[in-house]
């Protein structure tokens, strides 16, 4: 069993539709959770980064995280054509670890 | 804004070639990354340094070296290319030792090996 699980997609909707984008996980010793944004052929971007579980908001984004169900979301409200990428959850261990654990990405289209 | 700049875009090398991918970054950051991202397998770390001249292995290492001579540069070897290396290699840069900051990327580099 992969630590980090998240669905390849794609996933097509259209545009100003809400988006909901889902990692699991397996290790209850993550403490720190990320969103990153990778339009192709560029790097990831960091997008959202939250701490322990809650909810997080920037702009139309919001991160939630329940740690009692090893279950991480993104939210996308309004989404736009730009929107449209590979989004990647990745999470790790607090402290002065380096190491990040990543999901495999979900394909994302968002049609006009 | 982060900026890890990688420096080159895209690289054709053949079997057997030493190969090396440079990372700059140029927010004095202390660590340094090299993964490499393939479909479906996702982003795996091959190398991370903490510091000058410090290293550590990631998750696969195999037949890939490092330097890090100066903070701002992290440099990626491959000893002796294969076709099996023919993948997307990112570089991100992180600061602090103890920090809650996260990881910053570059573009990468897209590396065909013949």
């Known amino acids: 069993q992969k630590e980090v699980e998240q669905d390849p997609g794609p996933l097509s909707v259209p545009e100003g539709a809400i988006v909901s984008l889902n990692c699991t996980y397996s290790?209850?010793?993550?403490?720190?959770f990320m969103w990153y944004r990778q339009y192709s052929r560029k790097g990831p971007e960091l997008l959202m980064y939250?701490?322990?579980?809650g909810n997080k908001e920037d702009g139309r984004f919001t991160a939630q995280v329940d740690k009692s169900s090893k279950y991480i979301s993104l939210f996308i409200r309004d989404s736009q054509p730009s929107d449209s990428a590979t989004y990647l959850c990745?999470?790790?261990?607090?402290?002065?670890?380096?190491?990040?654990?990543f999901g495999t990405g979900t394909l994302l289209a968002v049609q006009p | 804004d982060v900026k890890v700049t990688q420096s080159s875009r895209y690289l054709v090398k053949r079997t057997g070639e030493k190969v090396f991918l440079e990372c700059v970054q140029d927010?004095?950051?202390?660590?340094m990354f090299w993964y490499r991202q393939d479909p479906g397998l996702g982003l795996r770390l091959i190398y991370f340094s903490y510091d000058v001249k410090m290293k550590e292995k990631g998750d696969i290492p195999e037949g890939y070296s490092v330097s890090r001579e100066k903070k701002e540069r992290f440099s990626l070897i491959l000893e002796s290319a294969s076709t099996n290396q023919t993948s997307m290699y990112l570089c991100a840069s992180r600061g602090g030792i103890v920090s809650n900051q996260p990881q910053h990327f570059g573009d990468g580099t897209r590396l065909s090996i013949l």
């Open positions: 927010m004095d950051h202390e660590n």
């Open positions: 939250t701490y322990s579980s």
């Open positions: 990745a999470m790790r261990f607090g402290g002065a670890t380096n190491k990040l654990i």
């Open positions: 290790n209850s010793a993550f403490q720190y």
